[in-house]
């Protein structure tokens, strides 16, 4: 019943020029401390449970995925772990503008090649930032829900895990495409990325339905661009997920 059209919230920017690392521009500022925050949260809320794989998903498109998800790689790294993150996000992918990389091949090379072991060291580079590998995305394949779903991609989080101390995930919306679902289930953890002023509840809420019929365990949220106060424009605020999480949803 749209009488307005709609402003598209559609942004190519981090595909383009990559997401803004100010954990490591700034690692004083407001926003790195507020990334650290989020990290300390992230453990909180997954006390006595094993948490090597990470998946960061949203509603919709463009909501902060690819930056929150580099920034808290980078954070976490920081703090001494070895750290992979995969660009599974293949069909708008960022990892290669985000730390220059240079090559096409990645995770879909690796998901569809009919060897039946693939070298993982052959696709994954180093970041330039201590602690941090990254698997970029690869070409866009023409079948991305099935790769991400298939289950040479558990085999390559299986083998991932052994090599490092956490896996962060950057995975498609959930709104958006079927595939995250799946991925969804098979890691540790998810966090949802929540754009204040941008996205709607009701689309926070049928996320969260989504993640739960997928028997994901849902971290918490990470409210993006929550105060435009920091010199970089940035603000990251964390919640814990009271009023979307699994337990509460019923009451918004
Ligand atoms: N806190 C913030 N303040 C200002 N701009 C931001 C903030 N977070 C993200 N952005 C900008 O919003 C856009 C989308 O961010 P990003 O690419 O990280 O989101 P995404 O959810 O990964 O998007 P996609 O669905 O395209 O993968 C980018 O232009 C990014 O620079
Ligand atoms: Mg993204």
Redesign the pocket.
């Known amino acids: 019943m749209g009488i307005f059209k709609r402003k598209s919230r559609?942004?190519?920017?981090?595909?383009k020029n990559g997401?803004?690392l100010i954990t490591v521009a700034k690692p004083k500022s407001v926003?790195a401390e507020q990334f650290r925050t989020v990290r300390t949260n992230i453990h909180f809320m997954a006390v006595d449970r094993r948490l090597k794989t990470i998946a960061f998903t949203?509603a919709?498109?463009?909501?902060?995925?690819?930056?929150?998800?580099?920034n808290l790689a980078i954070v976490w790294a920081q703090e001494g772990k070895s750290v992979l993150l995969i660009d599974a996000?293949m069909r708008?992918p960022?990892l290669n503008s985000t730390f220059d990389l240079t090559g096409q091949s990645g995770l879909s090379t690796v998901l569809s090649s009919d060897q039946s072991e693939v070298n993982l060291n052959d696709v994954i580079q180093e970041s330039g930032i201590e602690g941090l590998d990254l698997l970029p995305s690869g070409a866009v394949p023409p079948n991305p829900a099935e790769l991400l779903s298939s289950q040479r991609m558990k085999v390559l989080l299986e083998a991932v895990q052994a090599q490092y101390d956490l896996v962060v995930l950057?995975v498609?919306?959930m709104l958006?495409v079927t595939d995250t679902q799946t991925i969804a289930g098979s890691v540790d953890g998810v966090v949802l990325?929540v754009?204040q002023g941008i996205t709607q509840k009701a689309g926070v809420r049928r996320a969260v339905e989504l993640l739960k019929m997928s028997h994901a365990h849902l971290l918490g949220y990470v409210m993006?661009?929550?105060v435009?106060e920091d010199d970089a424009?940035?603000?990251?605020g964390y919640g814990y997920g009271y009023g979307y999480g699994y337990e509460k949803e019923s009451e918004n």
């Open positions: 559609i942004d190519n920017n981090t595909m997401a803004k926003a949203s919709n498109i463009s909501e902060g995925k690819s930056t929150v998800a580099a996000d708008r960022t950057d498609p919306p958006e990325v754009r993006n661009d929550v435009p424009g940035y603000g990251y």
